[in-house]
């Protein structure tokens, strides 16, 4: 998947510094538990999860968020099934945190990278880096950043009510950003759907008003 933003966000947000996260030398045994489990807030598990179970996340992504590379590893075997494939019928997604903590060598190490990782994201930090090109983090960890608002989504050239309907999104029903039930936007796919309609006819069901921020292709 690749993404092409528009020139003013690409200036904005794709200048990626390096990051690195959780790094160091400790790791878990095979049987260690997590004891930090409860540091998770709803929005750190629901991007923990999201990464863990995105078919796109392979065992260097999760490295690169400082997971060391047995619990990496051991996560995307757990995750991909017998077949060890991605994406397919045998699939084991993880539903909960403690489905995560089990899979062996995933323990207070492993568990204190993905918190790291997920407060960064939920938090809009937009140096979070993943992958050689993380200009889809940076513009996630953007859109869901309380800070940015229907007015910086107009000043790149949004639609009014793209803008409206992302900024809605995002804040949830109380119409509040950086309350507990604001939205967390994980993939670019909830982006589209919360602008969907709002461009012109004919375009296929995708609105011609999100261009501005992006433009999805394989």
């Known amino acids: 998947m690749r993404l092409l933003l ?8 794709s200048a990626c510094s390096a990051v690195t996260l959780g790094s160091g030398p400790d ?15 709803d929005c750190d598990t629901e991007v923990v999860l999201a990464l863990v ?9 999760l490295k690169e968020i400082g997971v060391h590379t047995q619990a990496a590893n051991n996560v ?13 019928a045998d699939d084991r997604l993880f539903t909960s945190l403690l489905d995560l903590d089990d899979v062996p060598y995933v323990g207070p190490v492993a568990m204190e990278a993905f918190l790291d990782y997920g ?9 979070v880096e993943i992958g050689p090109d993380c200009t889809e983090t940076r513009l996630l960890a953007w859109l869901n950043d309380p800070d940015t608002t229907f007015d910086d989504l107009a000043g790149i050239g949004l639609h009014t009510q793209a ?11 109380d119409g509040v950003a950086g309350t507990p039930d604001d939205f967390v936007f994980t993939q ?14 004919g375009n296929g069901g995708h609105s011609d008003s999100l261009q501005p921020v992006s433009a999805m292709g394989k």
């Open 163 to 173: 803008a409206n309907n992302l900024v809605a999104t995002r804040d949830g029903d």
């Open 119 to 127: 407060q960064r994201v939920c938090v809009g930090d937009a140096s």
């Open 27 to 41: 790791v878990d045994g095979v049987h260690d538990r997590a004891d930090n489990l409860d540091a998770f807030t």
């Open 188 to 201: 670019y796919y909830p982006v589209l759907r919360a602008g969907k309609g709002t461009g012109e006819k």
């Open 76 to 88: 995307i075997a757990a995750r991909n099934g017998d077949d060890g494939v991605p994406a397919t």
């Open 53 to 61: 179970n995105d078919p796109g996340t392979d065992a260097d992504v």
């Open 6 to 13: 528009y020139p003013a966000l690409f200036a904005t947000l």
